[in-house]
């Protein structure tokens, strides 16, 4: 039943062909191929890649031990849980990871929603932790950095891909105490739960990470 978690390419299936979005995705799911001809760019010099419309071969779901890049932990996101079309609104907790793909600029990000609260909705649930985004920072650092700007814009992304748009839907974000985590501003922390709703459409999403990139500069 996991497989059917909107994270692992929406909801829409064909009878026995699998998740509908495999035909938006090209032939060729090499990074390189994705990232040129694939990713959708949000902001001017910022794509992204997100499992939530169609998986492509290198994502979906890892067990910690499996993974091939190091990362680092961004904080816990307490919310409803969106991935399934369930009778009850079920509040969930997410832990949210970040590390790299191939390139010192393109970042790869890792959800662990636990298992508390899902148990009864969805019994063979396991805890897993799933690439659900891939963002692109085009830059022309030879060692670029993630700073504070960068690491909310990416959360704010992913808040958005798992469809939390709705007054309610997160109720707290916690930072971690890791070096990454301690970059995210304590004003993320406390209004993330209020700034993306109503945030509905694509462009609605360019609109504030454009207003927000104002007010940080």
């Keep these: 039943m ?57 994502m ?11 990362v680092f932990k961004l904080g816990d996101l307490e ?12 509040p969930v907790t997410t832990s949210i990871y970040i590390g790299k793909h191939q390139y010192d600029n393109v970042y790869a990000i890792f959800i662990k929603t636990h298992k508390e609260g899902l148990e009864d909705h969805i019994p063979d649930y396991r805890e897993t932790f799933d690439y659900v985004l891939q963002v692109f920072i085009r830059s022309k650092d030879k060692k670029p950095v993630l700073d504070s700007v960068k690491i909310e814009r990416i959360l704010l992304i992913l808040f958005y891909k798992m469809g939390l748009i709705y007054e309610g839907q997160i109720t707290s974000f916690k930072r971690s105490k890791t070096h990454l985590g301690k970059k995210i501003s304590e004003g993320f922390e406390t209004s993330v739960n209020r700034c993306l709703i109503d945030v509905d459409s694509d462009e609605k999403l360019r609109e504030l990470l454009k207003k927000r990139a104002n007010e940080q500069v």
């Design 79 to 90: 919310h409803d849980f969106t991935d399934l079309l369930l009778q009850y609104e079920v």
């Design 2 to 58: 996991k497989n059917l978690m909107s994270r692992f390419g929406g909801h829409a299936v064909i009878f026995g062909a699998g998740k509908a979005s495999k035909k938006l995705l090209p032939t060729d799911q090499s990074l390189d191929n994705l990232l040129d001809n694939y990713a959708q760019e949000i902001i001017p010099h910022n794509f992204f890649i997100s499992s939530y419309d169609a998986i492509p071969e290198y």
């Design 60 to 70: 979906g779901m890892y067990e910690w031990s499996a993974l091939k890049t190091e």
